[in-house]
């Protein structure tokens, strides 16, 4: 979908990413959500809470930890909130 969007040339913003990567959380496709994150990166889209809880969420139910994504959030001064 979002390769689609890109082709297309429609704009891409975090909303777009945050849906993405929780439909990836919820497929437990961990490694498509960390790409989805360094995408956003790369494209200089902000990413936010929501954006990082979704690739955690994705990350944990997986069996892979998350403790990397909450330096990063550190890092990033992105607020963490109750689901962080």
């Not at 961990?30 to 990082?52: I, K, R």
């Not at 979704?54 to 069996?63: D, I, M, R």
Request: negative net charge.
């Amino acid at each position: 979908l979002l390769q689609g969007m890109s082709h297309d040339r429609l704009e891409m913003h975090t909303i777009t990413y945050s849906a993405a990567a929780s439909a990836c959380e919820k497929g437990e496709e961990w490694q498509q959500a960390l790409q989805l994150l360094c995408d956003m990166q790369h494209s200089a889209v902000e990413s936010d809470t929501v954006t990082y809880n979704a690739v955690a969420s994705a990350y944990e139910k997986s069996g892979v930890s998350a403790l990397q994504l909450l330096r990063e959030m550190t890092d990033k001064s992105i607020e963490k909130d109750t689901i962080t």
